[in-house]
């Protein structure tokens, strides 16, 4: 699966850079910067940042 | 500082039409300014019959790809296209990219052309309508007199907007009753049941059907068959819209435009790239590729060694800017920050590539349409194309030269 942001409705809460720090940095607006956008499927703490988005943003896709 | 479109109210009335090689799409306008279905069964004869199979086997043969911009294989939306439930061709006449005339001069002058095309699919997939889409109020009147003159039912609709909001998503969102803007999921407009193509495709469609696939490839390239609607403009003496075979040399383009030396071309607009003004790019899609740019619409502007090009830079990158639906945050911040990059080196300011490099990179790939993308990929050429100029301005504070608005878009 794979990271992907609605850039319409991102509002740079920055929230899934915190949550995913490891792979999500911020521009300096505070918009994200995704690393590496492959999530494996098991990946809860992605499932948790996806669910905590405040603007409903962040989402996973398939493929 | 805004930047604002230099571009006649008045649709193609004015624009010069010339070609070079024979003309398809544009027969028969050197002896009429406006051909109307009458002439143009004269000039083109009958449209022959447009079964499903038919019209695939007749795309296939050729390849036809989109010309809006993306260059999309036509057959293989008609083929992404639902087996039930609603179906709809849009015309995407909106030719939303500044530099371009092209489908304005296709939808006043030769309108039956596009609409043969667009009903021809309709027909092929059982649509229950044929829609065109238009930004200008004096296109709209013009394709509206061309469809009374014909047997055939065609909505024309003037959608609202600028730049963006003829990405063809945009554009079947409007027509829907929403917002004139790209949504933020990227998904094809075929999954609804729309089949959208930009004007001169749907011409092409025309030509092909009459002329069958192998008459078509008798002209253009072995990838890419067939003839191209070219805008030029610029440093040129004749400005206008050419008709020209697939392939053709930029050398020969220049040559016929009667285009003044040049420091740099633009090719395919404003989503396009600056290249060194080299004469055996060839204009088709693989051509400009290969010369790392796009052929975009087909668009091509000459900057000559009379303006600043830097200048001329500083102002098109504000315009892309304003063009920005501010939707997403990347390119609502990102290209207005690029804007002013662009101006400090204008202005001669020390150290602002690197920054304007950086700005590059973060609106890329970070939007819900190809705005942000295709502003980089034109800032990107340019930038590395004119760092003579950029340090001649770092340097003395300014080239010397005026900015005379090569681009078509205005201080």
Same mark, same amino acid.
């Not at chain 2, 001669?348 to 602002?352: C, T």
């Given at each position: 699966m794979r990271l992907e942001i609605d850039w319409t409705r991102c509002d740079g809460s920055g929230l899934c850079a915190e949550l995913l720090a490891e792979r999500i940095t911020r521009d300096e607006w505070g918009y994200p910067l995704i690393a590496d956008s492959r999530v494996a499927e098991d990946d809860r703490s992605a499932r948790r940042a996806v669910a905590a988005c405040p603007a409903l943003a962040l989402r996973l896709a398939h493929a | 500082m805004t930047a604002t479109l230099d571009r006649p109210s008045s649709a193609a009335a004015g624009t010069p039409v010339w070609t070079i090689g024979a003309p398809r799409l544009l027969a028969g306008l050197d002896r009429f300014p406006v051909i109307d279905y009458p002439t143009h069964l004269a000039v083109h004869g009958p449209m022959p019959g447009s079964d499903l199979e038919r019209v695939l086997t007749q795309l296939d043969g050729v390849g036809l790809a989109g010309r809006g911009g993306a260059g999309f294989p036509l057959a293989a939306k008609l083929r992404a296209m639902p087996a039930h439930g609603r179906r709809r061709v849009v015309v995407n006449g909106t030719e939303s990219e500044p530099a371009s005339r092209k489908d304005r001069v296709l939808l006043t002058r030769a309108p039956h052309l596009v609409l043969d095309g667009a009903l021809a699919v309709a027909t092929a997939l059982g649509a229950a309508g044929t829609t065109v889409a238009v930004h200008d109020e004096a296109v709209a009147t013009a394709l509206r007199a061309a469809v009374a003159q014909r047997p055939d039912r065609v909505d024309v609709v003037v959608v609202p907007g600028g730049f963006v909001s003829g990405e063809a998503r945009a554009v079947i969102r409007s027509l829907d009753g929403g917002p004139a803007l790209p949504p933020g999921r990227r998904t094809p407009p075929t999954e609804h049941g729309d089949l959208l193509a930009n004007a001169e495709t749907f011409a092409q469609v025309a030509v092909l059907l009459r002329l069958g696939w192998r008459r078509f490839a008798e002209t253009g390239t072995h990838h890419e068959p067939g003839t191209t609607l070219l805008t030029v403009g610029g440093a040129v003496g004749r400005p206008g819209v050419v008709e020209l075979p697939l392939g053709t040399p930029l050398g020969i383009v220049l040559a016929a435009a009667q285009a003044a030396v040049a420091q740099a071309v633009v090719i395919g607009g404003y989503h396009g790239a600056w290249h060194p003004p080299i004469p055996r790019i060839t204009l088709d899609r693989a051509g400009v590729a290969s010369a790392g740019g796009s052929f975009g619409a087909g668009v091509l502007l000459v900057v000559d060694e009379q303006t600043c090009a830097l200048g001329e830079l500083a102002v098109a990158t504000r315009w892309l800017a304003d063009q920005s639906a501010a939707q997403c945050g990347p390119c609502r911040f990102g290209l207005p920050a690029l804007a002013d990059d662009v101006h400090q080196l204008y202005r001669? *300011?020390?150290? *602002?590539v690197e920054i304007a490099f950086r700005h590059v990179r973060a609106v890329s790939g970070r939007g819900a349409c190809a705005h942000p993308d295709g502003a980089a990929r034109f800032v990107t050429s340019a930038l590395h194309m004119l760092q003579d100029e950029i340090e001649q301005h770092a340097h003395a504070g300014t080239c010397g030269r005026p900015v005379l608005n090569r681009l078509g878009v205005t201080a």
């Open positions: - | 001669g *300011a020390p150290n *602002a």
